[in-house]
């Protein structure tokens, strides 16, 4: 989480950056590095009802909201960047976020979030199976003439326009949400457009405790302890 927060500080489009926790052990690590860090319920339900739990605590209104989620030690601040300026150049969208190629030995491991947008960069859906899936069952390249479209792995960055946030944490849980466990689907099943940006990222975020090691040897890779 530090590593990750101290990434999201070189974001130069951030005009604040809180910490959104329910967990002193989390809170506590993250003071000591010089983080504002606002206490929410133990009860939110997922990563954009915190965001809104954080943000009405917050002396300062704003225009955006961007959801960090603090298993991503690895993003680049340019990206957060990029994700807020989308949102930003996209008036029918309420929502941005990034995906990132995929490795096609990843594209069927459940912890990884695929993603399948329109022509225009819009999410169609995303899903922890394999999207698009295919007859075959297997990953395998797209026809001609699109062999070198990849699959597309969803990044732990999410960024709303503040007055969508609190009404998204109005709306009902949806079917397609409950049934993937992905708040985002929420979203486009109550027809609002979320606008993707395919970016060039490094490596997945920490799902599960067997991806620690693969990210700790990135960090070593870059000669980060």
Do not use: W
Request: aromatic share 6%; with cysteine; hydrophobic share 40%.
């Amino acid at each position: 989480i530090v590593r990750t927060y101290e990434q999201a500080k070189q974001a130069t489009s951030l005009h604040a950056l809180v910490v959104a926790t329910d967990d002193e052990r989390i809170a506590a690590a993250c003071r000591k590095a010089g983080a504002q860090v606002v206490m929410t319920p133990e009860d939110c339900p997922n990563g954009t009802e915190r965001c809104q739990a954080a943000v009405v605590q917050l002396e300062e209104d704003y225009d955006i909201v961007v959801n960090i989620q603090g298993d991503e030690p690895l993003l680049e601040p340019h990206i957060i960047d990029d994700v807020v300026a989308a949102l930003q150049a996209a008036p029918d969208a309420v929502y941005s976020t990034a995906c990132t190629p995929m490795q096609e030995g990843e594209v069927q491991l459940r912890q990884r979030v695929k993603c399948v947008t329109d022509l225009n960069g819009y999410a169609l859906y995303f899903s922890r199976g394999m999207l698009p899936h295919n007859k075959d069952g297997a990953p395998r390249r797209f026809p001609a003439p699109f062999q070198d479209k990849p699959y597309l792995l969803h990044l732990g960055l999410q960024c709303y326009d503040r007055q969508f946030l609190a009404k998204y944490c109005a709306m009902e849980p949806t079917p397609l949400m409950l049934m993937e466990d992905l708040e985002q689907l929420k979203v486009l099943e109550n027809g609002y457009r979320i606008k993707v940006i395919v970016v060039d990222h490094c490596a997945h975020g920490v799902d599960e405790p067997q991806d620690v090691a693969s990210i700790e040897a990135v960090l070593r890779s870059q000669g980060i302890s």
